[in-house]
């Protein structure tokens, strides 16, 4: 929403002032601000929990994923980025590859990326023709007694190029994944809050039909500030508690915290900034596309609010 905005410099200052404790300490800011974002997200996704980072959000969806399904196998793109921790290097082959490499339990799928990918624009179905990718993963995983936890996946893959994924493509996986006793993860983190203009969130461009069973955030959730957070359902979350450890984390949801979320919703709403989004964005893709015109450089310019990609080929 803009460096240091006035109105959540001001929720920040004024909650400081108060009050700010750990997250043992009861108080209304933790409730209002869980109320106020389930209100953005579809009822499904009803249980939240409060972190510092996407990373640690990440971490807890994939623990969240395992205990729910007691399964240990992870599905990802090629060349995606989910974190800094072990956990999260060791699913994002964009790391992974430099380092360790590829874990037993690691799955790495094709990006449905119709302009450079394995199924293109002049395909007649990409969609479903990417999604059989993750089938067929499934399926050799299968075979070699692998069980999948879950399909872990950027609603929108940045760090892969800024890919927009073909319509009917994660409502398939999911069929897919669902029926591999698996769950479907959206990383919202770079993604999230309006960015994609249309929809709050990036998943939801999918369309209204599609739901994951965990979606998780960061990034512009606090305008810069530490907070994170992981939404899921009751199902995954009860699994969850059934162990009898508590998720417990010191900071994650603190009244600070939690007063500056708030914050953010309202300046987007306030300012109309999913609307913004959207106008600037077709504005920057109109103005990309004129340059595509004169330059043969530019092989392609894809995106969504403001979330774009130009794609320069030799």
């Known amino acids: 929403v803009g460096h240091c905005h006035p109105d959540i410099v001001k929720a920040a200052h004024e909650q400081n002032q108060l009050l700010n404790t750990n997250s043992r300490y009861l108080h209304d800011n933790l409730v209002d601000y869980a109320e106020r974002l389930s209100k953005t997200l579809p009822e499904k996704l009803c249980i939240f929990y409060f972190l510092n980072s996407g990373s640690e959000a990440n971490d807890l969806a994939l623990r969240l994923a395992r205990q729910y399904t007691k399964h240990e196998d992870v599905i990802v793109l090629d060349h995606a980025y989910h974190g800094h921790l072990t956990s999260l290097i060791d699913i994002s082959p964009y790391k992974f590859r430099n380092l360790e490499g590829q874990k037993e339990w690691v799955h790495v799928a094709p990006v449905p990326d119709i302009y450079r990918g394995l199924y293109r624009e002049d395909h007649e179905d990409s969609g479903t023709a990417y999604a059989n990718e993750v089938k067929n993963i499934i399926e050799q995983a299968q075979k070699r007694g692998r069980k999948i936890a879950a399909f872990f996946v950027e609603s929108l893959p940045s760090v892969g190029g800024q890919i927009i994924p073909p319509a009917g493509y994660f409502q398939k996986v999911a069929e897919h994944v669902h029926k591999a006793g698996g769950v479907f993860i959206a990383d919202e983190i770079q993604v999230g809050f309006g960015r994609v203009g249309k929809h709050f969130w990036a998943f939801q461009l999918q369309g209204e039909d599609f739901v994951p069973d965990i979606v998780t955030m960061g990034k512009p959730i606090g305008n810069g500030h530490p907070i994170a957070c992981v939404a899921t359902t009751k199902e995954i979350a009860e699994a969850f508690a059934a162990t009898g450890v508590e998720y417990f984390n010191t900071f994650g949801a603190n009244p600070v915290s939690c007063a500056i979320g708030l914050a953010v919703l309202d300046v987007i709403e306030k300012e109309r900034l999913q609307a913004h989004a959207t106008e600037v964005g ?19 310019v894809r995106g969504s609010g403001l979330f774009i990609g130009v794609d320069l080929i030799k």
């Not at 077709?282 to 330059?295: A, C, D, G, R, V």
């Open 282 to 300: 077709n504005f920057l893709m109109k103005l990309f596309k004129e340059q595509k015109i004169k330059h043969p450089i530019i092989g392609d």
